[in-house]
């Protein structure tokens, strides 16, 4: 059965075999921070082993050989190698949801979500990540540098995606048959490339027209999705159905646009972007 078909019968809730029904899956930011002081994490990630492999591997390369992974200048090179060095990976942890700092973190604004919101987001949402692998927003962690694109030889594996393999698509296959799609694809072909036929993985295009096509644009996507997550939670979204009603930001559900797999939100030019 195709995602538009399964949408009119799926809620967020308990199906029948006892899954929950939808997750909703994210991108990480490079961008971290370490904040103890706030909410306490609650659980170590589930794939802390995997990612304790990987900081061995990490640990045994060089700096030179570490600048040239992350692909990025000194200052950065210099922060993230003495981090290696000391990181901890059961000690000064942070929630998840609370550690990144980029533009899609930004217009969730976690920082300021009632009890409720936080519920909601630590049943349904999960953060795609390159060290951890798959993470609940209130799963301990420390900050770190290392994107799923990576060329990281580990474990014999050539690179991350093979790294990690079918590992996070069947953890997310054994909660849920309902996938929201609101990751890059960068992150999101780590589970794309697993998923069974009988798993509904449904993407969100925001997008704007320019003539007969939809372009979408880096960062007004990341705000986008940071800002579907926050009405998510905020509005306790039950059903699938109900994601056509997302209107921030001057977005707009388009269903002449939208396909089996895929809703499109327009954004409207003459529409003001809204504030909560």
Not at 62 to 85: F, H, M, P, T
Not at 99 to 122: C, K, L
Request: proline content about 3%.
């Amino acid at each position: 059965m195709r995602c538009t078909e399964r949408i009119k019968h799926v809620k967020i809730g308990m199906d029948q075999e006892g899954k929950e029904s939808v997750r909703i899956i994210i991108s990480p930011a490079k961008k971290m921070n370490t904040e103890t002081d706030s909410l306490p994490w609650e659980s170590l990630p589930q794939f802390s082993d995997e990612a304790e492999r990987l900081l061995r591997c990490l640990q045994s390369m060089s700096y030179a050989e570490l600048k040239a992974l992350w692909q990025c200048n000194d200052s950065i090179a210099n922060l993230n190698y003495g981090r290696v060095q000391t990181m901890d990976l059961r000690r000064n942890l942070t929630p998840a949801i609370l550690s990144y700092e980029g533009i899609q973190f930004q217009y969730m604004a976690p920082g300021v979500f009632e009890d409720g919101q936080f519920a909601y987001i630590q049943e349904h949402l999960r953060i795609l990540s390159g060290f951890y692998g798959l993470l609940r927003p209130f799963d301990g962690v420390t900050p770190y540098r290392l994107e799923m694109r990576a060329k990281l030889s580990v474990d014999g594996k050539k690179d991350l995606y093979a790294f990690w393999g079918d590992k996070l698509a069947q953890q997310l296959c054994a909660e849920t048959d309902f996938i929201l799609n609101l990751a890059s694809r960068e992150y999101s072909k780590a589970v794309s490339a697993h998923l069974p036929k009988s798993v509904c993985l449904l993407r969100c295009t925001f997008g704007e027209r320019t003539g007969d096509k939809v372009i979408e644009k880096g960062t007004m996507c990341k705000m986008a999705r940071g800002e579907m997550v926050r009405w998510l939670a905020r509005q306790n979204i039950t059903h699938p159905e109900a994601i056509k009603g997302f209107d921030r930001l001057g977005y707009t559900y388009r269903e002449e646009l939208s396909g089996q797999d895929n809703f499109v939100f327009i954004k409207e030019e003459t529409k003001d972007a809204e504030s909560w």
